[in-house]
């Protein structure tokens, strides 16, 4: 019968008239059709266990319409074997009932700690029962919704909160093997499954998309099965959790059919359900609720012509007290000249700048600022630049030295006639009380030259990591023309005998710093050293008489503005920008394909020989770069340009971990005989479907690494912990996820196990954080974003430095509010 479900609150108010309250405060029965007392039902469920026994229960409602779901002979069996093997203290009694009147009996419904709906779905309880129900959740209880149990109740607002999402009408019925993606490695429901978790079921698609509004512990992977007309797409929650009306819900979407309740995987799962919803452990189910974040622009906009605030952001770094140091790359306000005449001596010249944010005051300091190559904007590919202050990091000694690191192109080295720059990383004195740069303190520790004659690519990421190597992100220094989008390996274009669409003179070449990460060791003195395990040594030869680099530790990568290393695993992460080109090509190679990568060891990533998976492009060289020649070997590839002074035969390649084009994330493509992909569009497969691309630029994030010892309420959820944050410079269809890799297969060319939005916690939009530049946790465990604003090459009133905080409290249930074990 369908009828309008009254709010429960009401028809207490409704019926206190009688002699209800009374009765039950006195601890007898009610009648059926009578809503329990609140108070009642939290005095039952706060009754401790006597010494040496446990009082602890759970009820399994399985109620029916009509004939009995095929399921619950076997959910109930598997809930009383959980209940009764569990280790000591966390035993638990089971009864089973279809009776409805329990909901009505304050007593004897406060006597369970949590209520399992093993239903087949329909609209079960009468109006006094379902207010009896929220009486309960209200009062403190659990409550377990397994399957179709989210089709029960099918009129009730309250209900589908309760269980967070209703079934889609036409979802697929045919029980399919599918892969789980098992996000939450803490809760006690999935803390113990496979990070990425195959089994038979049947899989509900949701009218709407619960993620956000409960904590998903785990999602199915759609990819992986037939998901039908009403599929939710790459974001497929499958299990979540929330405290709810008092109490604390979780629902799983899976256990349709019978057999699921003998899988040892999924009665673990029911099991941690059920620890957490009995009181008998603690879980946080608050950490991706996204009303638990809070996002504030923590700088003002610059006052008029000046750059009190911040500069062109281009990359922070936060001291080991809270302070956020960030940089400007050199662009000007938007209203001062560009010079962009070489003939002139101020061509190019800005101001790249250091802000220290201090969180104690709120106040901004310009700590000062170095004269830079690196104002230009606009216009053609000859006429803009991306040089200028590009990196800062902080020495580990820093609250005692003060010492700050910065990559820059200082002015001062430009070459106007070659139109050679120099780029450089210096150390610097800041001065901790004033929180001023000294600039007569500099100490060169590391020198190379870049052709500016043509714009891209500068990187210029850097970090550390434990102990004490300092990575140095350079960009390929390559034109994104002269090679329609895709190898950009032309080595027909020069200025003055220096080539400028050639990556295979930097990025593919040995000897030469641009396009790598390197990795130093700094002294005290202001000098380096050399690490071992580098991909080089220095003193390298070949046949061909070629030479290298021993700071290199990566090489082949494009523009990788932002790297990151976790300290806990010395694991480097880095992500670079892809070139041009919109689709694939059957005769240059594939799309354009911005890159993440997980990075364990020295190692070539392949630009500008192969992208991706190891997914190889087309050569070409003198007399007629426009006519390809065989494709790259990513196995063994060669570097045969006529612009190579280093090794002609290089490290094999290294695939990566995430890689996106407009077409999608980890496209892949089958492969003929000799392993060269169709590069065929239409035959393009997704292995990432949560990625898209189109207008895209990396911005690679932290490993976030939860502090137990720290008091600061500010604090991200241990839920992130060992999460890398990648994400876009753009805020439209790009991405902005946590991802959770698997420690056997990481920098190995493993894919991710599972990713998750992050877009409403670190929200985007025009007053959002739009076009993110920059992102790092706090000593507190905050996360600082700094916003580039809405213009190229200045700074403007949207630039800035943003804070997310976490504000959801603490696991739940409170410590003092655990059930009794026994003892």
């Known amino acids: 019968m369908q009828h309008q479900r009254r709010s429960r ?5 409704a019926l206190a008239a009688g002699a209800l309250g009374a009765s039950l405060l006195a601890g007898n029965a009610a009648t059926a059709q009578s809503p329990p007392d609140p108070d009642a039902i939290r005095t039952t469920l706060s009754l401790p266990s006597p010494p040496g026994t446990s009082n602890v229960k759970v009820l399994v409602f399985h109620g029916s319409t009509g004939e009995e779901s095929p399921t619950v002979d076997a959910g109930i069996a598997a809930i009383e074997k959980i209940g009764l093997s569990g280790p000591a203290g966390q035993r638990f009694k089971t009864v089973a009932t279809d009776d409805a009147s329990v909901f009505t009996t304050a007593k004897k419904l406060g006597s369970y700690n949590a209520v399992v709906f093993l239903t087949g779905g329909g609209d079960i309880l009468d109006p006094e029962q379902e207010a009896g129900l929220e009486t309960y959740m209200e009062a403190g209880g659990g409550f377990l919704g397994i399957a179709d149990a989210a089709r029960t109740e099918p009129y009730s607002d309250w209900f589908t909160g309760l269980v967070g999402a209703r079934p889609a009408a036409n979802s697929p019925t045919a029980v399919q093997r599918a892969t789980v993606e098992v996000g939450d490695r803490q809760n006690p429901a999935t803390k113990d499954l496979p990070l990425e978790w195959k089994r038979p079921d049947k899989w509900l698609n949701w009218t ?11 999602r199915v992977r759609e990819i992986t099965y037939q998901p039908g007309a009403s599929a939710n797409g790459a974001d497929h929650p499958i299990s979540w959790c929330r405290d709810y009306d008092g109490g604390r819900s979780f629902y799983t979407g899976m256990g349709s059919t019978a057999d699921s309740f003998s899988e040892v995987d999924f009665r673990d799962h029911l099991r941690g359900a059920l620890l957490w919803t009995t009181r008998l452990v603690r879980a946080d189910c608050k950490a991706t609720i996204n009303a638990n974040y809070k996002a504030e622009r923590v700088t003002q906009p610059n006052q008029p012509g000046q750059n009190d605030q911040i500069g062109e952001p281009h990359g922070e770094v936060i001291a080991p ?6 940089i400007g790359r050199g662009g000007a306000d938007s209203n001062q000249p560009v010079v962009t005449d070489w003939a002139d001596p101020d061509v190019g010249k800005g101001i790249g700048q250091i802000h220290v944010y201090d969180p104690k005051t709120k106040k901004v300091t310009l700590a000062g600022g ?23 990091e902080l020495d580990p000694g820093f609250e005692q030295n003060g010492w700050v690191y910065l990559h820059y192109t200082p002015h001062s080295q430009l070459d106007r006639d070659k139109q050679i720059a120099e780029r450089r990383v210096s150390r610097f004195t800041l001065d901790l009380a004033t929180n001023k740069l000294d600039l007569a303190s500099e100490k060169v520790l590391l020198k190379w030259p870049v052709q500016v004659h043509s714009c891209c690519h500068a990187g210029g990421g850097m970090a550390w990591d434990s102990k004490g190597n300092l990575y140095i992100a350079t ?3 390559n034109s994104s023309g002269f090679s329609d989008g895709y190898s950009g390996n032309n080595p027909q274009p020069n200025y003055k005998g220096l080539s400028f669409a050639d990556a295979r003179r930097t990025a593919g070449n040995t000897n030469n710093l641009n396009g790598k990460i390197l990795r130093i060791h700094p002294e005290p003195d202001g000098t380096y050293t050399l690490p071992t395990g580098n991909l080089f040594t220095g003193k390298e030869q070949d046949e061909g008489g070629g030479k290298t680099r021993g700071e290199i530790y990566v090489m082949g990568v ?3 503005a932002r790297i990151s290393v976790d300290k806990k695993t010395d694991i480097l992460y880095a992500g670079w920008v892809g070139p041009d080109a919109g689709e694939p090509s059957t005769t240059w190679g594939p799309a354009k394909y911005d890159t993440f990568s997980a990075i364990i060891k020295a190692g070539n990533h392949g630009w500008p020989y192969c992208m991706g998976n190891k997914q190889p492009y087309r050569d070409r060289n003198l007399p007629d770069p426009s006519k390809p020649l065989g494709w790259y070997n990513c196995d063994a590839p060669k570097n045969e340009s006529p612009n190579n002074d280093g090794l002609v035969n290089l490290p094999p390649i290294t695939g990566n971990t995430i890689w996106y084009s407009p077409q999608g994330g980890g496209i892949d493509y089958p492969r003929d005989a000799n392993g060269i992909p169709s590069y065929k569009k239409e035959e393009g497969k997704q292995l990432l479907p949560w990625l898209k691309g189109g207008g895209q630029a990396t911005m690679n994030g932290p490993v976030y690494r939860y502090d137990a010892a720290s008091a600061s309420a500010d604090k991200w959820p241990s839920y992130w912990d060992g999460k890398w944050f990648v994400g876009d410079f753009y805020d439209g269809d790009q991405p902005r996820n946590a991802v959770l890799t698997d420690p056997k297969t990481v920098g190995k060319g493993g894919l991710p196990t599972h990713a998750e939005s992050l877009k409403k916690i670190i929200p985007v939009g025009a007053d959002g954080i739009r076009n993110l530049m920059d992102w790092k946790f706090a000593p507190d465990g905050s996360l600082y974003v700094l916003d580039y604003g809405r213009g190229f090459f200045t700074s403007d009133s949207k630039s800035a430095l943003w804070r997310v905080t976490y504000k959801g409290g603490e696991a739940t249930p409170a410590a003092a509010d655990l059930a009794r074990k026994a003892e």
């Open 475 to 477: 960009g390929d220094n």
């Open 370 to 392: 170095l004269t830079v190559f690196g104002n230009k904007g606009g216009g053609d590919e000859l006429t803009k630049v991306e040089e200028g202050l590009l990196g800062i």
């Open 558 to 560: 494009r523009n990788p």
């Open 9 to 13: 609150r009401a028809m207490v108010a």
């Open 208 to 218: 709407k998309n619960p993620s956000g509004d409960v904590h998903t512990v785990a």
């Open 321 to 326: 007290d809270g302070r956020v140091l960030y």
